[in-house]
Structure formats: C-alpha cells, structure tokens
C-alpha cells in the first residue's frame, strides 16, 4: 500500500479488503492461508484493534468467525476457492442461525488456475447455501462491498459471502480512505436458543426463516446500489458481474449494461426491464453459467456460454472475439522455448526427500505445497495429489486396496502446515485401522508455499510473536505411531536410509524431514556461505545435477575439449555452482563421491 | 492521453520485476494517470517465469493487456523478453536486460539456451533496447538494482517527466537504499539521452 494523496490509496485488492475490515469495525477475523487470498489476513494484521489469527484451516477459521458473531462482534472469515470446501459444513448451518455481529466470508476463487488444483466457481456456494453474495470489479470497490456486505449481514440477519478472483485480489489500484464505521454494538453474551442451537426441531423454523430472509433480499436486490443500468446503446446489452464487467466496459464501451454487484439472489425484475431495453441480451461471466442459467430459468432468452468460453480467465479480447465472433489474425505465434516451470530454491530442504524418493521404488502421494513441485523433473517424485491433507489418506486407501504384502509400496509426503490442517485426521485413521503406509512431514517450520505464514508447528502467531509450538513428533506418538524417524534432509544418504527402514515397516510409521525454508528471514539473514566445485575432481557423473538444483548447472564438452582440458576422454562434461545462487545446504556435497564439492570457509 | 498504455513487465522471479512495475505505476499515478496493475503470486514464482501487466490512461477498466496490444515490454532476462511475444504488435519496444539465466532443463543439459534469441524480435520489426542492466548496477554498487537500472532505461520512452519516477523511489524504497537507487535509475535513463 503506498499513499498517493491525502484520502488515495495505492493498493490490491487484498490490501482494500483489509483497510475496508478496519473500517467496518471488524473486531474478529480468522483464515488460513491460500492464493489468492492470503494477503488479506497478512495485511489486517498490521492493524490495531482487530483480532486477528491464522487458524490450522478453513473450517476452523470460519466457526471462529461465527462465535465471534454470535458474541455480537463483526466478524471475518478468509479463504481460497478450495478452502470454502473445507468451511462448507459450518457455511451450510450458519445461514440458519444468521448472525448478531456482522459475519462475511471472503471466498478468493482462482479461475485459470494459476495457484490452484481446481478451478470451481463459489458463486454457486451462495445459490446452495442460500446465502447473498457480493462480487466487486476491482479493489475500489473491494473495500466498499466488503463494508456493504456488513450492513446486509445485519440487516437481514444471515453470512454474507464476498467472492473476490485473482484480478481483484492481486489487481493494484487506486482506492480511497472511508470514514470508520462508528457505533458497532458493544459485544457481550446473549443466550438466543431459537436461533443458535441447530436441533431438528428448532432447524425446521429457522428453514422457514432462511426463505423469508432470502425473498427479501431479492426484493432488495432490485434496489441496492451495487446492482445498477449502464445506460448506452441498446442493440446489445450486457449483465455481468465481477471482473467480467471491466472486460464488456472495454471490449464495448457504448453499449448498455446491467451490472450486478450482488451476484445472489438475482433482481429478477431488474433483469426483464433491462432484458426489455435491449435488443439482443448477453450475459458476460467466467467459469460456469451462474447468472446465465438463472437468467434463463426466468424464461428470459439470452446469450452466454455458446459464445463466451466456461473455462479459465476471461479478458478483453476473448470478450470482444467472442461476441463479434472474429478472431484477430495480426497475432504473433509464439516461439518454442525451453520452459520455465517454477522449481524448489537452491538449497530447499524438501530436495533432498524427492531426490531420495525418486530413487526408491514407492508410490508417492503427494499434497498441497511447495513440495508439489517434487512432480517436477529431474525428481518427478510424486504420482498423486488431490488436496489438503489428501496425501495420508489417499496412501492408506491404496494399501487397503492392495492388501497384504503392500506395506512398502506407498508413502506419503505433506507440510507441517498441510499436516496440521487435515493431515493429522488421516493419520489418526492410519493409526486406528492398520495401515502400513509411511508418513513424511516436511517440516520446514512454515507454510511456505503462500509466502510465509505461521502455523501451529512454527511457534510464531500471525504477528510474529511467540506463540505455543506444537510437537510433531509427540503428536505423532500420542495418536499412537510407534515407528518415527526424525531426519536431516541435507544429509542426503542418511535420509534415504531412514526412509528405508521406514518403508520397510509393516507397522504405521513416520519421518519428519525437519530443515527450515530457506526463505525465512533468519535463513536469508545469514552470513552468505556458499559451496563450489573442485572441477578438476569433477568426473562428469551427474550425481549433483540429478537434484534438479537452480545453482548447479552443467556445461557439456565439445568433442575432444574433455581431453584438451585433462579430463577422461571420455567425460561429457562438468558441473558448476553458481556461489551467488547457493543457498548452503550441502545436499550436493553429500552427493559427490569425487571431492568435487567443497564448502567455502566463512567469508 | 486518449489511448490506454501498456506495459509489460517480464523475468524470472527473484528479479525484482514487482519492485519495478511498482515504481512504473508510482510514478504514472503521480503524473495524473489512472492505473491498473496485475501480479501473480504463489505458485508462479518460485524461479519461474514471471510477469506484471501495467495499464494507464485516462480511466483504465481492465487490468490485463489484450494480446498484440503490449507498447512497451521491460524484460528482465533475454528468453523472458521473447516468451511472451503474442502480446507485442509490429512497432513495440522491448527494453532488455542482456542476462541469461538457466531454466532448469537447460541447467541439466536436457535442452540448449536458444542462440541469439532476441533475432526473434528483431526479424517482426519490434525495437529492441538491450541494457547491461547487471554492469551498470555494479558500476552504480549494488547489483540488486539492476531492476531499477531497467526502469530508467524504460522511463526514456515514457510520456512523461522523469524526475517523476525519481519521486517514486524516493517513496518506495527504504531510506538506507534510496541514493544507490535513485544512481541505478539515471544510470539506466542516461543510456538513451
């Protein structure tokens, strides 16, 4: 955030979604991390008076947002698309009781699936859990729709979901300071059984309620601001809703347009006069049909995805093409290159698991992290992964699966975040029923893959002060796992006899890799030790460059330069490390059979 | 100013191409533009190709440049300056910074960096403006600032004052850093004068 003026703001739309929390009075917010909504967390953090907390995960964080609710405080709940999966049990129930204090849920989806394993749309969550939904353009609007979604979650006594995507979340633009919100009821206890205690019987009523709730928010629908007619030219109209609709302003500035800032329940009436107004009716939206279907169950008669792509992000021109029904064909091709796939960083703890993995002949069911990256060449060391937590138990399914004499054939690797968010729960059934699949926790003491956020096992709360730091290996113990191994993964032959030993087991057991990520501040703080190469003991074997480490490369012989240089005529060339790059681990080093490879002494 | 601008920002992560793009738009914004900016995190860093897409004009909607539509690519690395080519049209400008870096199959000797790359922008008749943005950073003394090295360079082309993205550091950037960089960023403008 950078201020630009005395009330403009620079900012993302993460970032507006934080200073709208603030201003809204938000007193409890709680998420777990992931893109593209992480920020939104980070960033309310940094303010006082707002409780706030990373929670192991979505669920949890969500029900932690309810009490805070019922309490009579605003409440905020953050999460990526995926992650409302995990939150949809209390999601689902807390549209019965509805709230006293405000309650939103900011559902951040993904569509394009740049950081993500699916690419669902949560607007439908809105439609089955019969909860509004607001869903801005860009980060000005962010910040005020979230302030909005507060009123509406007070007025009409229900969660309100804001669904934010990739270009609002990580979109820069200028926003402006509001006035705080004064006056927000103190909280205090207020025993409402009707309302809070979800039995069959009281349930029932409060279905009831949910009905009433929802028609009058329909009727509001017609009214509120945030649903508006872009007056323009009629031949073409155009309802949209989110980012979609920065795409029809360019693609089509003339022409007229309903936007729905409230994405659910749908201003039936709204929509028929502005279906009215226009000639020919499209309806501009990313992924599944959401507005188009409801459109047309009206018997109204538009056109929407027999044009418009339902798969991955929209943008101008595929609005234009698609709508025109020409395609540009000035367009450069692109040229073929050598790609450039994310990788693990130089001197990544989680290297030293997959290359050991990669040798031994196992199935590897992976999760969500960093380490997905293991599927990578040159490891390519993993052969499943579904979601978090999946890893534990989707390894157990399969040794049930193969039965006896399976014991060594199945693994699984996940991060201590991943673990303590759904992976325990697998591994406490891997326990109680029997299974002989291995469990490797990557223990680098941070959810990484988001960008460094605390968890339960880091020992540092979201503001970086110390924090209770749970014990993996206790854990572990406690739940009953009798086998546990605790490893260095740098020391790369050590490992690889631990996982062995591991593997072998017909019992439960587990390894926890444990090395810090490299990109913890206290890692990159440190004084810069690095590794090189003796490249005259260099034998050309390949071994380091085998880790797939983006310090070391290889630079091959031309023919007859082995010779010329005294190397075996034969070699096909030589290792290098980049010093600048190398992040000190040693992996390589423990690697190398040739005294190829030496630290550099403190500088 | 009738037409939104464009600007493409490309590398590899760990360039400082989000600290870059960041200075563009302070500076644009403090110009009098409306600007949007787009960035992707999580999975698309981590040493992979990176990009951040930067609109300005009068009142700018979308935040993503249209294909062919690119003005002005910065690209922080030779390969990145050609992957993206469908955005760049006949005409564009791309301000190049001379590094290579491996991509992992290259490292490993699986695939070969491709030979004068940028022959690939030059033979479409698009400008190429090839900076030792790494050199000028270690003249200056400090060779994280080869991203800002390539804004100067960039700012050259730019309808607009360039004390303007002088001001921008001076916001943007911690104070014990400001002076190296405000050196790296005239270092990087005076290329072109």
Known sequence: MTKISENALWMSGNEAIALGAVEAGVKVASGYPGTPSTEIMENLSTYEGVYTEWAPNEKVGLEVAIGASYAGGRALATMK??????????????????????????????????????????????????LPMLEPSDPAEAKEM?????????????????????????????????????????????????KMVMLPAIARGRRVYVEERMNKCKELAETIELNRIEEGDTKRGFITSGVSYLYVKEA??????????????????????????????FVVEELDP?????????????????????????????????????????????????MRPPNMCAGCPHRGIFFNLSKLNVFISGDIGCYTLGFLPPLSAMDSCVCMGASVTVAHGMVKALGEGSHDKVVSVIGDSTFMHSGVTGLINSVYNESAATTIILDNRITAMTGQQNNPTSGHSIKGEAAHEIDLEGLCRSIGVKHIFVVNPHEVPETKKALKEAIALDEPSVVISKAPCVLLPEMKERKPVSYFTHQENCVGCMACIRLGCPAISWTAFAEGEAEAKGF????????????????????CASLCKFDAITRKEEK | MEA?????????????????SEITALGLLAAGFDVKKSEVHGMAQRGGSVTAQLRYGQKVYS?????????????????????????????????????????????????????????ELVS???????????????????????????????????????????????????????EVNIQAYRAGRALRS
Request: glycine share 8%.
């Open chain 1, 81 to 130: 698309h995926v992650g409302v999966n995990v939150a949809a049990d209390p999601l689902f129930t807390a549209a019965y009781t509805g709230v006293c204090g405000g309650l939103v849920l900011v559902t951040a989806d993904d569509p394009e699936m740049h950081s993500s394993q699916n690419e669902q749309d949560n607007r439908n969550y809105a439609f089955a859990a019969k």
């Open chain 1, 146 to 194: 979230l302030k909005a979604a507060y009123d509406l979650s007070e007025d009409l006594d229900t969660p309100v979901m804001l669904r934010i995507t990739t270009r609002v979340s990580h979109v820069k633009g200028v926003v402006q300071k509001g006035e705080m919100v004064t006056g927000n009821p103190a909280c205090g206890i207020n025993k409402v059984p009707q």
């Open chain 1, 252 to 281: 089509f500035p003339e022409a007229a347009v309903l936007k729905l800032g409230m994405c659910w329940p749908l201003p039936e009436k709204k929509i028929r006069e502005f279906a009215e107004m226009v000639d020919e009716l």
């Open chain 1, 290 to 338: 959401f507005l188009e279907n409801h459109i047309k169950s009206m018997g109204i008669e538009c056109i929407g995805k027999e044009r418009i792509p339902n798969q991955g992000e929209l943008n101008t021109a595929i609005v234009r093409e698609s709508i025109e029904q020409e395609q540009r064909e000035d367009l450069f091709t692109p040229v073929q290159l050598p």
């Open chain 1, 568 to 587: 075996r005529p034969k070699q096909k060339g030589v290792s290098k490390i980049d010093e600048i790059l190398c992040n000190d681990c040693g992996q």
């Open chain 2, 4 to 20: 939104t601008g464009n600007i493409l920002f490309s590398g590899v992560g760990g360039q400082g191409i989000l600290l870059a």
């Open chain 2, 63 to 119: 935040p993503l440049i249209e294909p062919g539509c690119a003005d002005i690519q910065v690209a922080f690395e030779m390969m990145e300056a050609v992957r993206y080519l469908p955005y760049l049209h006949k005409g564009s400008k791309v301000v190049v910074n001379t590094q290579h870096i491996l991509p992992p199959a290259v490292a490993t000797g699986q695939a070969k960096y491709p030979d004068n790359v940028l022959d």
């Open chain 2, 124 to 178: 479409r008749e698009i400008e190429v403006v090839r900076v030792d943005a790494f050199d000028i950073a270690r003249e200056v003394g400090e060779v994280r600032t080869a991203n800002i090295v390539m804004v100067g360079a960039m700012a050259a082309f730019m309808p607009v004052d360039g004390a303007i993205f002088e001001e921008a550091i001076q916001t943007r950037v911690p104070e014990r850093f400001r």
